[in-house]
């Protein structure tokens, strides 16, 4: 797939951005011109791609080069500088930073729910928060079939989903007990310990990611009625977002037959038979595509509520994946 197409990446020699390449290789990228790019002081380095090195190259040198797609990994404030220049030499551009996400112009996209958002001749498409994918994507047919009046979502997040900072604090902590504070991401220690956070605080007490979850799950259900209320946590898992998700729906609703919408719903996954221990875990999820739902259970305390848990690899499926499945789209309507 891709023969004759030219792609980079920006922002490839980050956690993210080194998914992206391999899923772009997975996916049968191979026969494409897939090009690397990243800051200045990565230039000159080279990454594997598929049997043979990409040597990173500038952002402005990739915008010269005139790809046909852009994927971004490369922060807000690198994407709101980059992407319209790449707009401008007719560039698609794939964003996976929070810089366009809430942009009334721009389509949030998780292909299988919305892609129908992106009209001819976009040229920026923002790829959501690793958390909104997930739940968003297991609850999209369930929100068809009997509306969703309320969400409430607690969220297990891997330490991945800071970025290699969080990484590299949870392998110090693991093997010497304590990290260097020169070296610490986390005001406090992850290892063996739970963070009640994600980003940044604000002044009503919620976090950047909390807001993040509720906006932009309104925008991709196209609901902004939609009433959410999130919590997001930090937890000692390398890979692999957990979220416990509470459902109210307008209608009643039957059990099985959610079970059978979810088992139905592209990209879905159903584990749930609790008696022999089978449901979702983080670890079972890493290096997976799908997202993997169970411990789906009727909320005995509010009438049409629904408990659900919701793993899914969010660099994967929560990042990189997404956003090469959006250019898989985009790529097949042209055909």
Known sequence: MGEGLKIVVVGATGLVGGVMLRVLEERGFGAATVMAAASQRSVGRQIDFGGRHLVVMSVEDAIAARPDYAIFSAGAAASRQYAPLFSAVGTVVIDNSSAWRMDDKVPLVVPEVNMDAVSDGCRIIANPNCSTIQMVLALSGLHRRYGIRRIVVSTYQSVTGSGQRGLSQLYAEEKDGVCPASQMFYTHAIHRNVLPYGGDFLDDGYTTEEVKLVNETRKILDDASLAVSATVARVPVVGGHSESVNVEFKTEYDTNEVCDILASTDGV??????????????????????????RIRRDPSQPCSLNLWVVADNLRKGAATNAVQIMQRLIQRAL
């Not at 584990?271 to 169970?294: C, H, K, S, T, W």
């Open 269 to 294: 996954v159903v584990v749930d038979a609790p008696l022999r221990n089978e449901y979702p875990m983080p670890i079972d999820a890493q290096g997976r595509d799908e997202v993997f739902v169970g």
